[in-house]
């Protein structure tokens, strides 16, 4: 079993940055790649960034240049900096973990509101 507890998420001002965070528990041994999803009211669920074990990354192309994914072994932490935040990234954000079986773990999710 694998546990993912996030936080980090808030209200923002256009422009501004936020940090999340997500800490793994349990069978961490067994994950293969972290990431954060992001859903939207009205939208489907769509990946934001992922980062694997050996470090390798991946973002979504609306995030890429502003949002940066990075992981702390040690506390066995995945953290999203999100700069330059704009109201189009309004969304409940998701922690996701990919295990060596296959399955995915989620989060309970964090809310992330962009207004002014």
């Known amino acids: 079993q694998v546990q993912l507890v996030e936080s980090g998420g808030g209200l923002v001002q256009p422009g501004g940055s936020l940090r999340l965070s997500c800490t793994a528990s349990g069978s961490i041994f067994s994950i293969t790649a972290m990431g954060w999803y992001r859903q939207a009211p009205g939208k489907e669920r769509e990946l934001v960034a992922r980062i694997t074990t050996s470090g390798s990354t991946n973002y979504a192309d609306s995030v890429k240049g502003r949002f940066t994914i990075s992981r702390d072994n040690a506390e066995n932490t995945v953290y999203l900096q999100m700069n330059s935040l704009n109201p189009e990234d309004t969304a409940v954000y998701y922690c996701?973990?990919?295990?060596?079986?296959?399955?995915?773990?989620w989060g309970q999710g964090t809310l992330v509101t962009v207004s002014s």
């Open positions: 996701n973990a990919r295990r060596s079986t296959g399955a995915e773990v």
